[in-house]
């Protein structure tokens, strides 16, 4: 069971003496490979625990770099070219049967899960999720370029359960060129007037250089954490670690392996993902890696480390990493709620038994696949290419299924008179009106348009935005300040600033309420205050006549709703701090939704009532009370939405012919614009009162 050097990509050995044994047993590596995947096991399960674990990943990379790198460039050295048919042929062989099966299975079971607006092949903007469009990626071995593009991340509201291909495709990307980094440093070498030893390491030393500075460049943009330019310095890192220890026979010191596993260990206790990743720190992991890959460091593990579990886990790692996410992200979605740590546990005890099924029925038998002949080449192309037509197709024929379900771009033969917010109550749909605004497949990206765009900031985000000013110069300034849940009404009031009544600025940030203390999550406080003492700076600087403002009130922290006194406090602490004089109009919070009304109203597109909130459920009552009584005592003017909102005992999803949500908890622009007859009092008697 012990691992061969080319396991890890069916790559060609590398040993210490440059020799090519049949059977060059490494423990370190699958001890290595032990770690790195039980790092990112621990970091998706539970990242409190293990806030770095997501290093595994990085690791993985330079064993790839050591394994199939190193075997590239022995082979093109060796010969001045590269077999890409035979080496594309084993890489297939050992990466795409198990994942393919992985695809296809995770599809499936996504679709039958989740309503057919989350598998629609079209009629969902590229923007948002959809699983046929996601596992169609992941076949093609181009998740990472997908998700970079649409600025996914593990932390999303809904997560892809497809997201942990971003690695694979990395991988592929690398494979690719790799071969041609073989065949131009061997061609470098070979025109090297005085062909020294110090030919190839100076080249490799002048290209992890380059890499180094091309990765911190590349980890500083959006997407940055799934740009193929950004990882390769880790793969080279692997190469080089091969490249010396084959032509120097460098054999690694206790103290040396002591070292790597150290800064290995350490990184993935320490260490957060930051929004810029890869970065300086991600050297530290490498160096960690590159020091246990030294040959010689197998005789040294011991204890844990050359146990049979750690050896197994080591032998299955690809199979564990290819089934720990989906089940994880199904499982939410079946739950309809994150897994508790016990179901966790539960979760991890399914992960192993499918994992030993696919090493054992998928993995190993497609690895084992003879590849010498034109026959068995023949064979074995076929035999690679089942499961992967078998997934495109089940990928395809889904998305395609829920793009012509009815449910989808569809609506009932009714249609619903225009909403008047200044009328209340609205009139409640007991259907999705054929004319309903948004439809309920785009209403996730029914956003305020801020202008300038990209106004509103994102919580992790650090750079400054603005000026974000709009309407005429003459007309009194009007300061919108909070969280998301502000911003949701920038439409109302931008457009009385179309009207010309106000001329408004705005300062958003999501997941930074602007009560003091009150975050999406507690590590963000610092981000977050200082957000705050940034923005407050401004507004003062600003002297707006009226300033608009609000703040989701269901945050929770560690799996606990935030408490009506912390709010209260984040409130005094605001009114403390915010220019005397300037009457502030609160807005009352809105309801929230166990699910996205949009896709519940997918699924129930004749009968919408199900996806209504009672309203004795749709608010946290006692926070809204609480809060909306400190802010009068403060003389903010309330604005309450409740019953705008809500009827006496419901608060639906449709009002008129308009969808109320985007999400969960938050408005559609729709909705926010159309509310400005509902806004505009309010700000009015707030001008007013600054005058008088």
């Given amino acids: 069971m012990r691992a061969r050097l080319a396991d890890f990509a069916g790559a060609d050995p590398i040993v210490e003496n440059g020799s090519t044994p049949a059977r060059a047993s490494r ?5 290595l490979r032990a770690f790195a995947v039980l790092a990112v096991i621990g970091y998706h399960y539970w990242p409190e625990l293990l806030p770095g674990g997501f290093i595994g990943v990085d690791v993985f990379f330079v064993i790839s770099g050591y394994l199939v790198g190193g075997a590239l460039m022995r082979e093109a050295s060796r010969t001045g070219r590269v077999d890409m048919r035979g080496f594309m042929l084993r890489r297939a062989r050992r990466i795409l049967p198990a994942a393919m099966v992985v695809i296809a299975v995770t599809v499936v079971g996504a679709s039958l899960l989740s309503s057919p607006v989350r598998s629609a092949l079209w009629k969902v903007p590229w923007s948002e999720g959809s699983y046929s469009r996601e596992a169609l990626a992941a076949v093609a071995q181009v998740s990472n370029l997908l998700f970079a593009g649409r600025h996914v991340d593990y932390d999303s509201a809904v997560p892809s359960p497809f997201l942990h291909f971003w690695s694979l495709g990395v991988e592929t990307q690398f494979y690719l ?21 110090l030919v190839e390491p100076l080249v490799l030393a002048a290209l992890s250089i380059g890499l180094i500075d091309l990765m911190l460049v590349v980890g500083g943009t959006d997407g940055g954490f799934y740009n193929p330019l950004g990882r390769l310095a880790e793969f080279v890192a692997g190469v080089v670690v091969a490249r010396v220890a084959w032509r120097y026979r460098t054999r690694a010191s206790t103290a040396v392996v002591a070292l790597g596993w150290s800064l290995l260990f350490a990184t993935s206790f320490l260490v957060a993902l930051s929004q810029h990743w890869p970065s300086f720190v991600t050297l530290l992991p490498v160096v960690g890696a590159m020091a246990v890959l030294l040959p010689g460091s197998a005789l040294r593990v011991a204890g844990l480390g050359r146990s049979s579990l750690v050896q197994g886990c080591g032998d299955r790692s690809y199979s564990l990493y290819l089934v720990h996410w989906p089940l994880l992200v199904l499982a939410g979605i079946l739950l309809d709620r994150e897994p508790s740590n016990l179901e966790r546990i539960v979760i991890l005890a399914i992960v192993a038994v499918l994992a030993e099924a696919l090493y054992r029925y998928v993995e190993q038998p497609a690895r084992r696949l003879p590849i010498e002949s034109v026959n068995d080449r023949r064979r074995a192309v076929l035999r690679i290419a089942f499961p992967t037509v078998v997934a495109f197709s089940s990928a395809l024929a889904i998305g395609i299924a829920s793009s012509l379900s009815p449910t989808v771009g569809s609506q009932v033969a009714e249609r619903y008179a225009p909403i008047d917010l200044a009328e209340l109550p609205g009139q409640v749909a007991t259907s999705v009106p054929v004319n309903v605004r948004p ?254």
């Fill in 27 to 31: 423990r370190d590596i699958q001890a």
């Fill in 177 to 197: 060129l790799m071969p041609l980094v073989a065949v131009g440093v061997a061609a470098a070498v070979a025109r090297a007037s005085n062909r020294s030893e």
């Fill in 439 to 692: 439809a309920p497949e785009v209403a996730s990206v029914d956003l305020p348009a801020f202008s300038p765009p990209h106004c509103h900031e994102t919580s992790g985000q650090d750079e400054r935005t603005g000026p974000c000013i709009v309407g005429d110069e003459g007309a009194p300034l009007v300061v919108l300040w909070g969280d998301s849940h502000a911003a949701q009404w920038y439409p109302a009031l931008a457009l009385m600033a179309d009207q010309g009544t106000i001329r408004l600025e705005s300062y958003t940030k999501g997941g930074c309420s602007p009560l003091a203390g009150i975050t999406a999550d507690d590590s963000l406080s610092g981000r977050c205050l200082e957000w705050l003492e940034w923005s407050l700076a401004q507004i003062v600087s600003s002297e707006p006549a009226a300033i608009v403002s609000t703040s989701k009130l269901s945050y929770h922290w560690d799996d606990s709703e935030v408490s009506p006194e912390a709010y209260v406090d984040g409130l005094d602490w605001l009114g403390r701090r915010l220019p005397a004089g300037v009457p502030v109009v609160w807005i009352s919070d809105n309801p929230r939704f166990p699910e996205s009304p949009g896709e519940c109203a997918v699924r129930h597109i004749h009968e919408v009532e199900p996806c209504n909130v009672p309203r004795l459920e749709a608010f946290p009552h006692e926070v809204q009370a609480d809060v909306n009584h400190a802010a009068r005592e403060r003389g903010f003017g309330v604005l309450d939405m409740t019953d705008l909102f809500c009827t006496e005992s419901s608060c639906p999803i449709i009002l008129g012919d308009i969808l109320v949500y985007r999400d969960d908890d938050h408005v559609t622009a729709t909705f926010a614009e159309a509310s400005a007859p509902v806004v505009e009092p309010a700000v009015l008697a707030a001008l007013e009162a600054q005058r008088g």
